[in-house]
Protein backbone atom coordinates (compact mmCIF):
# COMPACT_ATOMS: atom_id res chain seq x y z
CA UNK A 1 0.00 0.00 0.00
CA UNK A 2 2.68 2.32 0.83
CA UNK A 3 4.23 1.81 -2.13
CA UNK A 4 1.53 2.43 -4.06
CA UNK A 5 1.05 5.88 -2.20
CA UNK A 6 4.65 6.62 -3.05
CA UNK A 7 4.17 5.82 -6.68
CA UNK A 8 1.70 8.97 -6.95
CA UNK A 9 4.31 11.14 -4.66
CA UNK A 10 6.73 12.96 -6.90
CA UNK A 11 10.71 12.89 -6.56
CA UNK A 12 10.44 16.64 -5.29
CA UNK A 13 8.25 16.65 -2.64
CA UNK A 14 9.91 13.59 -1.11
CA UNK A 15 13.06 15.57 -0.64
CA UNK A 16 10.95 18.52 0.43
CA UNK A 17 9.75 16.55 2.97
CA UNK A 18 12.64 15.03 4.31
CA UNK A 19 13.98 18.22 4.76
CA UNK A 20 11.64 19.56 6.84
CA UNK A 21 11.66 16.30 8.75
CA UNK A 22 15.95 17.14 8.78
CA UNK A 23 15.17 20.64 9.59
CA UNK A 24 12.76 20.27 12.64
CA UNK A 25 15.29 17.21 13.93
CA UNK A 26 18.25 20.30 13.69
CA UNK A 27 15.83 22.57 15.68
CA UNK A 28 15.03 20.23 18.54
CA UNK A 29 19.34 18.68 18.64
CA UNK A 30 19.76 22.47 19.00
CA UNK A 31 17.38 23.12 21.56
CA UNK A 32 19.14 23.40 25.27
CA UNK A 33 17.92 19.95 27.20
CA UNK A 34 17.35 21.23 30.01
CA UNK A 35 14.03 22.92 29.57
CA UNK A 36 11.79 23.66 32.25
CA UNK A 37 9.29 20.43 32.56
CA UNK A 38 5.60 20.77 31.31
CA UNK A 39 2.34 18.79 31.93
CA UNK A 40 2.49 16.92 29.38
CA UNK A 41 3.13 16.03 25.15
CA UNK A 42 3.55 19.21 23.17
CA UNK A 43 1.48 18.53 19.83
CA UNK A 44 2.33 19.44 16.66
CA UNK A 45 1.51 23.20 15.73
CA UNK A 46 -1.09 23.61 18.78
CA UNK A 47 1.60 22.66 21.55
CA UNK A 48 0.06 22.65 24.83
CA UNK A 49 -3.14 24.85 23.78
CA UNK A 50 -5.30 21.30 23.73
CA UNK A 51 -4.68 20.98 27.77
CA UNK A 52 -6.47 24.35 28.49
CA UNK A 53 -9.49 25.13 30.48
CA UNK A 54 -11.77 28.05 29.38
CA UNK A 55 -10.80 29.08 33.07
CA UNK A 56 -7.16 27.56 33.39
CA UNK A 57 -6.07 29.34 36.84
CA UNK A 58 -6.69 25.97 38.77
CA UNK A 59 -4.13 23.97 36.35
CA UNK A 60 -1.72 26.53 36.34
CA UNK A 61 -1.51 26.06 40.04
CA UNK A 62 -1.87 22.69 40.06
CA UNK A 63 0.96 22.52 37.50
CA UNK A 64 3.22 24.80 39.79
CA UNK A 65 2.81 22.68 42.88
CA UNK A 66 3.83 19.49 41.19
CA UNK A 67 6.63 21.55 38.84
CA UNK A 68 7.93 23.83 41.60
CA UNK A 69 9.71 26.80 39.92
CA UNK A 70 9.17 26.40 36.60
CA UNK A 71 6.77 25.03 34.11
CA UNK A 72 6.60 25.26 29.74
CA UNK A 73 3.78 25.10 27.72
CA UNK A 74 4.48 25.70 24.39
CA UNK A 75 1.35 27.86 23.34
CA UNK A 76 1.22 26.97 19.51
CA UNK A 77 4.51 28.05 18.04
CA UNK A 78 5.02 30.09 21.23
CA UNK A 79 7.47 29.06 23.92
CA UNK A 80 6.10 30.17 27.20
CA UNK A 81 7.52 29.53 31.30
CA UNK A 82 5.47 29.92 34.42
CA UNK A 83 7.35 31.07 37.56
CA UNK A 84 5.81 29.52 40.38
CA UNK A 85 7.80 30.32 43.63
CA UNK A 86 8.68 33.63 45.14
CA UNK A 87 12.11 32.22 45.07
CA UNK A 88 12.13 31.99 41.16
CA UNK A 89 10.55 35.59 40.67
CA UNK A 90 13.04 37.31 42.33
CA UNK A 91 16.06 35.44 40.58
CA UNK A 92 13.97 36.27 37.48
CA UNK A 93 12.69 39.30 38.16
CA UNK A 94 15.33 41.33 40.38
CA UNK A 95 18.54 39.48 39.88
CA UNK A 96 17.98 38.75 36.21
CA UNK A 97 15.84 42.06 35.29
CA UNK A 98 18.11 42.88 32.83
CA UNK A 99 16.85 39.55 30.57
CA UNK A 100 13.10 39.69 32.32
CA UNK A 101 11.63 42.90 31.98
CA UNK A 102 11.35 43.60 28.45
CA UNK A 103 7.82 43.27 26.55
CA UNK A 104 6.81 41.15 23.53
CA UNK A 105 6.69 43.96 20.91
CA UNK A 106 6.75 41.66 17.51
CA UNK A 107 3.29 40.24 18.28
CA UNK A 108 -0.03 40.20 16.60
CA UNK A 109 -1.35 43.28 18.46
CA UNK A 110 1.97 45.19 17.57
CA UNK A 111 2.07 44.36 14.12
CA UNK A 112 -1.81 45.33 12.95
CA UNK A 113 -1.60 48.37 15.79
CA UNK A 114 1.86 49.76 15.79
CA UNK A 115 0.85 52.54 18.25
CA UNK A 116 0.28 48.90 20.50
CA UNK A 117 4.21 48.85 21.68
CA UNK A 118 4.30 53.01 23.03
CA UNK A 119 3.20 53.88 26.40
CA UNK A 120 4.24 52.41 29.93
CA UNK A 121 2.84 48.95 30.08
CA UNK A 122 3.99 47.95 26.88
CA UNK A 123 7.40 49.82 25.71
CA UNK A 124 10.36 48.11 26.52
CA UNK A 125 14.15 49.29 26.61
CA UNK A 126 15.20 52.69 26.88
CA UNK A 127 11.79 53.74 25.72
CA UNK A 128 9.74 52.25 28.53
CA UNK A 129 12.40 53.59 31.08
CA UNK A 130 11.96 57.03 30.09
CA UNK A 131 8.46 56.42 30.13
CA UNK A 132 7.76 55.12 33.28
CA UNK A 133 10.67 57.88 34.91
CA UNK A 134 8.53 60.87 33.71
CA UNK A 135 5.05 59.10 34.53
CA UNK A 136 6.23 57.73 38.10
CA UNK A 137 7.60 61.39 38.55
CA UNK A 138 4.38 63.12 37.43
CA UNK A 139 2.44 60.82 39.61
CA UNK A 140 4.86 61.79 42.79
CA UNK A 141 4.21 65.54 42.25
CA UNK A 142 0.84 65.38 42.31
CA UNK A 143 0.80 63.52 45.62
CA UNK A 144 0.81 59.66 45.64
CA UNK A 145 0.67 58.27 48.46
CA UNK A 146 0.52 61.65 50.37
CA UNK A 147 -2.22 64.12 51.34
CA UNK A 148 -3.40 66.26 48.10
CA UNK A 149 -4.15 63.01 46.47
CA UNK A 150 -5.48 61.87 49.50
CA UNK A 151 -8.17 65.08 49.16
CA UNK A 152 -9.49 64.36 45.91
CA UNK A 153 -10.29 60.76 45.77
CA UNK A 154 -12.17 61.54 49.62
CA UNK A 155 -14.37 63.79 47.18
CA UNK A 156 -14.49 60.80 44.75
CA UNK A 157 -15.55 59.02 47.38
CA UNK A 158 -18.18 61.54 48.40
CA UNK A 159 -20.06 61.72 44.97
CA UNK A 160 -19.58 57.71 45.06
CA UNK A 161 -21.75 57.30 48.19
CA UNK A 162 -24.53 59.52 47.37
CA UNK A 163 -25.00 57.36 44.71
CA UNK A 164 -25.49 54.04 46.33
CA UNK A 165 -27.55 55.60 48.82
CA UNK A 166 -29.95 56.45 46.03
CA UNK A 167 -30.66 52.88 45.52
CA UNK A 168 -32.36 52.57 49.19
CA UNK A 169 -30.80 50.02 50.27
CA UNK A 170 -32.19 47.84 47.73
CA UNK A 171 -30.38 44.76 45.67
CA UNK A 172 -27.82 46.48 42.95
CA UNK A 173 -25.10 45.53 40.78
CA UNK A 174 -22.73 48.29 41.62
CA UNK A 175 -19.57 47.23 39.40
CA UNK A 176 -20.14 50.21 36.37
CA UNK A 177 -20.63 52.62 39.44
CA UNK A 178 -17.36 51.38 41.11
CA UNK A 179 -15.71 51.76 37.88
CA UNK A 180 -16.51 54.76 37.04
CA UNK A 181 -15.26 56.32 40.24
CA UNK A 182 -12.56 54.95 40.56
CA UNK A 183 -12.18 56.35 37.16
CA UNK A 184 -12.70 59.72 38.16
CA UNK A 185 -9.65 59.88 40.17
CA UNK A 186 -7.29 58.76 37.23
CA UNK A 187 -9.12 61.66 35.52
CA UNK A 188 -8.53 63.94 38.29
CA UNK A 189 -4.70 63.22 37.82
CA UNK A 190 -4.57 62.81 34.15
CA UNK A 191 -7.08 65.96 33.11
CA UNK A 192 -7.26 67.86 35.97
CA UNK A 193 -10.87 67.17 36.45
CA UNK A 194 -13.43 64.98 37.51
CA UNK A 195 -16.63 63.91 35.26
CA UNK A 196 -20.30 63.54 36.31
CA UNK A 197 -21.52 59.96 36.42
CA UNK A 198 -24.01 60.53 33.23
CA UNK A 199 -21.44 62.70 31.39
CA UNK A 200 -21.61 60.80 27.39
CA UNK A 201 -17.96 61.70 27.11
CA UNK A 202 -16.82 60.06 30.49
CA UNK A 203 -18.96 57.11 29.85
CA UNK A 204 -18.07 56.40 26.37
CA UNK A 205 -14.53 56.08 27.65
CA UNK A 206 -15.55 53.77 30.54
CA UNK A 207 -16.87 51.48 27.87
CA UNK A 208 -14.01 51.68 25.53
CA UNK A 209 -11.26 50.83 28.09
CA UNK A 210 -13.30 48.11 29.79
CA UNK A 211 -13.80 46.33 26.41
CA UNK A 212 -10.57 46.51 26.10
CA UNK A 213 -9.15 44.76 28.94
CA UNK A 214 -12.00 41.74 28.40
CA UNK A 215 -11.58 41.95 24.66
CA UNK A 216 -7.87 41.81 25.16
CA UNK A 217 -7.93 38.59 26.97
CA UNK A 218 -9.86 36.75 24.02
CA UNK A 219 -8.22 37.45 21.48
CA UNK A 220 -4.72 36.13 22.82
CA UNK A 221 -4.70 32.98 20.79
CA UNK A 222 -4.07 35.44 17.40
CA UNK A 223 -0.84 36.27 19.20
CA UNK A 224 -0.22 33.00 18.47
CA UNK A 225 -2.08 31.90 15.25
CA UNK A 226 -1.73 35.53 12.87
CA UNK A 227 -3.73 33.46 9.93
CA UNK A 228 -6.84 33.22 12.36
CA UNK A 229 -7.46 36.94 11.93
CA UNK A 230 -8.16 36.23 8.38
CA UNK A 231 -10.96 33.99 8.80
CA UNK A 232 -14.68 35.20 8.12
CA UNK A 233 -16.74 36.32 10.42
CA UNK A 234 -14.33 37.41 12.38
CA UNK A 235 -13.89 34.55 14.52
CA UNK A 236 -11.01 35.57 16.73
CA UNK A 237 -12.33 38.85 17.13
CA UNK A 238 -9.32 40.58 15.56
CA UNK A 239 -11.12 42.88 13.45
CA UNK A 240 -13.19 44.05 16.61
CA UNK A 241 -9.91 44.44 18.74
CA UNK A 242 -8.34 46.30 15.53
CA UNK A 243 -12.05 48.99 15.70
CA UNK A 244 -12.23 49.11 19.14
CA UNK A 245 -8.43 50.06 19.25
CA UNK A 246 -8.67 52.50 16.69
CA UNK A 247 -11.85 54.39 18.71
CA UNK A 248 -9.55 54.07 21.63
CA UNK A 249 -6.54 55.98 19.89
CA UNK A 250 -8.96 58.79 18.73
CA UNK A 251 -10.87 59.19 21.67
CA UNK A 252 -7.60 59.70 23.63
CA UNK A 253 -6.55 62.03 21.24
CA UNK A 254 -9.30 64.39 21.01
CA UNK A 255 -9.42 64.57 24.89
CA UNK A 256 -5.72 65.27 25.06
CA UNK A 257 -6.38 68.02 22.33
CA UNK A 258 -9.25 69.28 24.36
CA UNK A 259 -6.92 69.31 27.23
CA UNK A 260 -4.05 71.15 25.71
CA UNK A 261 -6.33 74.09 25.12
CA UNK A 262 -5.70 75.35 28.11
CA UNK A 263 -2.40 74.42 28.69
CA UNK A 264 -0.50 76.60 30.97
CA UNK A 265 3.42 76.10 32.17
CA UNK A 266 2.76 78.28 35.55
CA UNK A 267 0.10 75.69 36.40
CA UNK A 268 1.28 72.26 35.96
CA UNK A 269 -2.06 71.01 37.50
CA UNK A 270 -2.68 67.45 35.43
CA UNK A 271 -0.92 64.99 33.66
CA UNK A 272 -1.00 66.29 30.46
CA UNK A 273 0.31 69.46 31.46
CA UNK A 274 2.93 67.92 33.41
CA UNK A 275 3.97 65.50 30.14
CA UNK A 276 4.43 68.48 27.83
CA UNK A 277 6.36 70.71 30.28
CA UNK A 278 9.12 67.17 30.61
CA UNK A 279 8.72 66.77 26.36
CA UNK A 280 10.01 70.61 25.93
CA UNK A 281 12.75 70.13 28.61
CA UNK A 282 13.87 67.15 27.16
CA UNK A 283 13.97 68.65 23.95
CA UNK A 284 16.66 71.78 25.04
CA UNK A 285 18.83 69.14 26.49
CA UNK A 286 19.41 68.04 23.64
CA UNK A 287 19.27 64.59 24.79
CA UNK A 288 17.58 61.34 22.69
CA UNK A 289 13.87 62.31 22.68
CA UNK A 290 11.10 59.59 24.07
CA UNK A 291 8.59 61.63 25.19
CA UNK A 292 6.50 62.15 22.83
CA UNK A 293 2.89 62.89 22.24
CA UNK A 294 2.17 59.80 20.92
CA UNK A 295 4.00 58.06 23.81
CA UNK A 296 1.81 60.99 26.02
CA UNK A 297 -1.47 59.89 24.13
CA UNK A 298 -0.45 56.00 25.17
CA UNK A 299 0.51 56.42 28.86
CA UNK A 300 -3.15 58.05 29.27
CA UNK A 301 -4.14 54.78 28.09
CA UNK A 302 -1.46 52.18 30.21
CA UNK A 303 -3.16 54.52 33.18
CA UNK A 304 -6.70 54.23 32.31
CA UNK A 305 -6.24 50.06 31.56
CA UNK A 306 -4.05 49.49 34.38
CA UNK A 307 -5.01 52.05 37.13
CA UNK A 308 -9.47 51.56 36.98
CA UNK A 309 -10.77 48.05 36.29
CA UNK A 310 -7.57 46.51 38.96
CA UNK A 311 -8.63 48.66 41.44
CA UNK A 312 -12.86 49.00 41.26
CA UNK A 313 -12.38 44.95 40.81
CA UNK A 314 -10.11 44.85 43.74
CA UNK A 315 -13.24 47.23 45.91
CA UNK A 316 -15.47 44.46 44.38
CA UNK A 317 -13.88 41.75 45.82
CA UNK A 318 -13.64 43.23 49.10
CA UNK A 319 -17.21 43.70 49.25
CA UNK A 320 -17.65 40.19 47.78
CA UNK A 321 -15.65 38.72 50.95
CA UNK A 322 -17.67 41.02 53.40
CA UNK A 323 -20.69 39.14 52.60
CA UNK A 324 -19.17 35.94 52.85
CA UNK A 325 -17.66 36.51 56.06
CA UNK A 326 -19.90 39.08 57.58
CA UNK A 327 -18.13 39.21 61.45
CA UNK A 328 -15.36 40.39 59.24
CA UNK A 329 -17.44 43.83 57.97
CA UNK A 330 -18.43 43.71 62.12
CA UNK A 331 -15.04 43.65 63.05
CA UNK A 332 -14.09 46.81 60.52
CA UNK A 333 -16.81 48.87 61.52
CA UNK A 334 -16.47 48.10 65.38
CA UNK A 335 -12.45 49.37 64.56
CA UNK A 336 -14.02 52.65 62.42
CA UNK A 337 -15.86 53.46 65.39
CA UNK A 338 -13.11 53.31 68.19
CA UNK A 339 -10.76 55.16 66.17
CA UNK A 340 -12.56 57.59 64.04
CA UNK A 341 -16.10 57.62 64.57
CA UNK A 342 -19.24 58.58 62.73
CA UNK A 343 -18.81 62.40 62.85
CA UNK A 344 -15.88 62.88 60.00
CA UNK A 345 -14.28 60.79 57.25
CA UNK A 346 -11.80 58.10 57.42
CA UNK A 347 -8.09 60.04 56.58
CA UNK A 348 -4.21 58.22 55.51
CA UNK A 349 -3.71 59.19 58.74
CA UNK A 350 -5.79 56.70 60.80
CA UNK A 351 -4.58 54.08 58.48
CA UNK A 352 -1.66 53.02 61.60
CA UNK A 353 -4.72 52.42 64.10
CA UNK A 354 -7.45 51.18 61.27
CA UNK A 355 -4.74 47.96 60.83
CA UNK A 356 -7.78 44.94 61.28
CA UNK A 357 -9.49 47.01 58.14
CA UNK A 358 -6.06 47.34 56.44
CA UNK A 359 -5.61 43.24 56.75
CA UNK A 360 -8.54 42.70 55.37
CA UNK A 361 -7.82 44.51 52.27
CA UNK A 362 -4.83 42.45 52.38
CA UNK A 363 -5.87 39.23 52.59
CA UNK A 364 -8.60 39.67 50.03
CA UNK A 365 -5.64 40.85 47.57
CA UNK A 366 -4.05 37.72 48.31
CA UNK A 367 -7.10 35.08 47.93
CA UNK A 368 -8.11 36.98 45.12
CA UNK A 369 -5.05 37.75 43.10
CA UNK A 370 -6.72 39.65 40.64
CA UNK A 371 -3.68 39.76 38.38
CA UNK A 372 -3.44 35.77 38.59
CA UNK A 373 -0.38 35.78 35.86
CA UNK A 374 0.61 39.29 36.20
CA UNK A 375 1.40 40.69 32.60
CA UNK A 376 3.89 38.61 29.85
CA UNK A 377 7.50 39.56 30.06
CA UNK A 378 9.87 38.51 27.42
CA UNK A 379 13.15 36.86 27.65
CA UNK A 380 15.85 38.53 26.04
CA UNK A 381 19.08 36.35 26.20
CA UNK A 382 19.74 32.68 26.81
CA UNK A 383 19.41 32.40 30.53
CA UNK A 384 19.09 29.86 33.32
CA UNK A 385 16.72 29.99 35.38
CA UNK A 386 16.16 27.94 38.85
CA UNK A 387 18.74 25.50 37.39
CA UNK A 388 16.91 25.37 33.95
CA UNK A 389 17.64 27.06 30.33
CA UNK A 390 15.30 29.55 29.24
CA UNK A 391 15.87 30.43 25.47
CA UNK A 392 16.06 33.90 24.35
CA UNK A 393 12.29 34.44 23.15
CA UNK A 394 10.53 32.74 25.92
CA UNK A 395 7.74 34.42 26.85
CA UNK A 396 7.27 34.64 31.07
CA UNK A 397 4.14 34.45 33.19
CA UNK A 398 5.09 35.76 36.59
CA UNK A 399 2.50 33.19 38.58
CA UNK A 400 1.37 35.65 40.94
CA UNK A 401 -1.86 33.07 42.13
CA UNK A 402 1.29 30.23 43.13
CA UNK A 403 2.78 32.55 45.43
CA UNK A 404 -0.18 33.54 47.09
CA UNK A 405 -1.74 30.55 47.44
CA UNK A 406 2.04 28.29 48.70
CA UNK A 407 1.50 26.17 51.80
CA UNK A 408 5.18 26.71 52.41
CA UNK A 409 4.47 30.23 52.58
CA UNK A 410 0.96 30.71 54.31
CA UNK A 411 0.54 27.29 56.10
CA UNK A 412 -3.05 27.57 55.30
CA UNK A 413 -3.36 29.41 51.98
CA UNK A 414 -7.07 28.33 51.66
CA UNK A 415 -8.57 29.38 54.35
CA UNK A 416 -9.78 33.16 54.28
CA UNK A 417 -8.25 34.99 57.55
CA UNK A 418 -7.30 38.60 57.62
CA UNK A 419 -5.45 37.83 61.19
CA UNK A 420 -2.72 36.39 58.84
CA UNK A 421 -1.27 39.65 58.59
CA UNK A 422 -1.48 40.87 62.29
CA UNK A 423 0.68 40.15 65.24
CA UNK A 424 0.20 39.85 68.85
CA UNK A 425 -0.21 43.73 69.49
CA UNK A 426 -2.59 44.14 66.60
CA UNK A 427 0.42 45.63 63.94
CA UNK A 428 0.76 45.17 60.12
CA UNK A 429 3.13 42.24 59.55
CA UNK A 430 4.47 42.83 56.19
CA UNK A 431 5.41 39.64 54.40
CA UNK A 432 7.71 39.97 51.31
CA UNK A 433 5.75 37.00 49.72
CA UNK A 434 2.78 39.05 49.62
CA UNK A 435 3.33 40.70 45.73
CA UNK A 436 -0.44 41.71 44.59
CA UNK A 437 1.63 44.22 42.54
CA UNK A 438 4.28 42.52 41.67
CA UNK A 439 8.20 43.05 42.17
CA UNK A 440 11.46 43.84 40.02
CA UNK A 441 11.87 46.68 37.48
CA UNK A 442 7.97 46.42 36.06
CA UNK A 443 6.30 46.46 39.73
CA UNK A 444 3.00 48.33 39.47
CA UNK A 445 3.37 51.93 39.12
CA UNK A 446 1.00 52.96 40.69
CA UNK A 447 1.03 50.70 44.26
CA UNK A 448 0.82 53.68 46.63
CA UNK A 449 -2.00 55.37 44.44
CA UNK A 450 -4.16 52.16 44.46
CA UNK A 451 -3.20 50.91 48.22
CA UNK A 452 -4.51 54.89 49.31
CA UNK A 453 -7.79 54.20 47.30
CA UNK A 454 -8.47 50.51 48.21
CA UNK A 455 -7.98 52.21 52.12
CA UNK A 456 -9.51 55.12 51.67
CA UNK A 457 -12.95 53.41 49.66
CA UNK A 458 -13.07 50.50 51.82
CA UNK A 459 -13.15 52.34 55.52
CA UNK A 460 -15.57 55.20 54.17
CA UNK A 461 -18.06 52.79 52.80
CA UNK A 462 -18.30 50.63 56.05
CA UNK A 463 -18.54 54.05 57.92
CA UNK A 464 -21.05 54.46 55.94
CA UNK A 465 -23.23 51.71 54.69
CA UNK A 466 -24.25 48.21 56.13
CA UNK A 467 -23.34 45.55 53.36
CA UNK A 468 -25.69 42.64 52.49
CA UNK A 469 -26.48 39.95 50.34
CA UNK A 470 -29.46 40.77 47.79
CA UNK A 471 -31.13 38.13 50.31
CA UNK A 472 -30.32 36.63 53.13
CA UNK A 473 -30.31 32.93 52.01
CA UNK A 474 -28.08 34.07 48.65
CA UNK A 475 -24.95 34.98 49.51
CA UNK A 476 -23.22 35.37 46.23
CA UNK A 477 -20.53 32.26 45.75
CA UNK A 478 -17.10 33.68 45.94
CA UNK A 479 -16.10 32.69 42.24
CA UNK A 480 -14.30 34.31 39.66
CA UNK A 481 -14.21 35.12 35.50
CA UNK A 482 -10.99 34.52 33.68
CA UNK A 483 -9.02 37.45 32.25
CA UNK A 484 -5.96 39.69 32.51
CA UNK A 485 -7.68 41.15 35.53
CA UNK A 486 -10.00 38.35 37.40
CA UNK A 487 -12.88 39.99 38.41
CA UNK A 488 -15.51 38.01 40.40
CA UNK A 489 -18.87 36.66 38.76
CA UNK A 490 -21.51 39.52 38.59
CA UNK A 491 -23.68 40.18 41.84
CA UNK A 492 -25.87 42.15 43.66
CA UNK A 493 -25.82 44.00 46.94
CA UNK A 494 -27.46 45.70 49.49
CA UNK A 495 -25.83 49.16 50.85
CA UNK A 496 -28.14 49.79 53.15
CA UNK A 497 -27.24 53.67 54.98
CA UNK A 498 -26.15 53.41 58.73
CA UNK A 499 -28.07 55.86 59.85
CA UNK A 500 -31.09 54.89 58.63
C1 LIG B 1 -5.33 47.00 43.22
C2 LIG B 1 -4.95 47.59 42.15
C3 LIG B 1 -3.80 47.19 41.28
C4 LIG B 1 -3.18 45.97 41.13
C5 LIG B 1 -3.51 44.67 41.83
C6 LIG B 1 -2.13 46.15 40.14
C7 LIG B 1 -1.27 45.15 39.73
C8 LIG B 1 -0.26 45.33 38.81
C9 LIG B 1 0.68 44.31 38.43
C10 LIG B 1 0.68 42.88 38.96
C11 LIG B 1 1.53 44.86 37.52
C12 LIG B 1 2.79 44.21 36.96
C13 LIG B 1 2.66 43.64 35.57
C14 LIG B 1 3.94 43.02 35.12
O1 LIG B 1 4.20 41.84 35.44
O2 LIG B 1 4.64 43.65 34.37
C15 LIG B 1 1.11 46.21 37.30
C16 LIG B 1 1.71 47.09 36.42
C17 LIG B 1 1.28 48.39 36.20
N1 LIG B 1 0.33 49.07 36.93
FE1 LIG B 1 -0.82 48.32 38.41
N2 LIG B 1 -2.14 47.45 39.72
C18 LIG B 1 -3.12 48.13 40.40
C19 LIG B 1 -3.44 49.48 40.30
C20 LIG B 1 -2.81 50.38 39.48
C21 LIG B 1 -3.08 51.79 39.41
C22 LIG B 1 -4.10 52.54 40.26
C23 LIG B 1 -2.29 52.30 38.42
C24 LIG B 1 -2.17 53.70 37.87
C25 LIG B 1 -2.27 54.77 38.28
C26 LIG B 1 -1.49 51.22 37.88
C27 LIG B 1 -0.58 51.35 36.86
C28 LIG B 1 0.23 50.34 36.42
C29 LIG B 1 1.14 50.49 35.30
C30 LIG B 1 1.31 51.73 34.43
C31 LIG B 1 1.81 49.27 35.17
C32 LIG B 1 2.86 48.90 34.14
C33 LIG B 1 4.23 49.14 34.73
C34 LIG B 1 5.36 48.81 33.78
O3 LIG B 1 5.19 47.99 32.88
O4 LIG B 1 6.44 49.38 33.99
N3 LIG B 1 -1.83 50.07 38.55
N4 LIG B 1 0.03 46.50 38.13
Known amino acids: ???????????????????????????RSRQPTNLPPSPGAALPIIG???MLEKNPRKQFKQWSEKYGDVFTLQMGPQRTIFVNTYEAMKEAFIKKGDYFSDRQNDNFLAKHIPQFTNGVILASGADWKAQRTTSLAILRNFGMGKNILAEKITEEISYFIRELAKANGKPRDIRYLTNMSVSNVICSIIFGKRFHYDDPKFQKQIELFTEVVKTNTGVLLLNFFPSLYYLPFDLFKGRQLMKLYSEVLSHTSHMVEEIQKSYDPENLDNYIFAYIDAMKKEKLSGESCYLSEVNLERNIDSLFIAGSETTSTSILWCLLYMLNYPETQKNMYDELLEHVGTERTPQLADKSKLTYLTAFIMEVQRKSSIAPISFPHLCTENVTLAGYAIPKGTLVMPNI??????????????????????????????????????????????????????FLFLSTL?????????????????????????????YEIRCVERTK
Open 1 to 27: MIYTVLSYVSDTTCLAFIIIILIALYF
Open 48 to 50: HLY
Open 401 to 454: DAVHGSKEIWGDPDNFRPQRFLDEQKRIIKREEFIPFFIGRRICLGESLATMEL
Open 462 to 490: IQKFEFLPASSDKVPPLSDTWGLVCAPEP
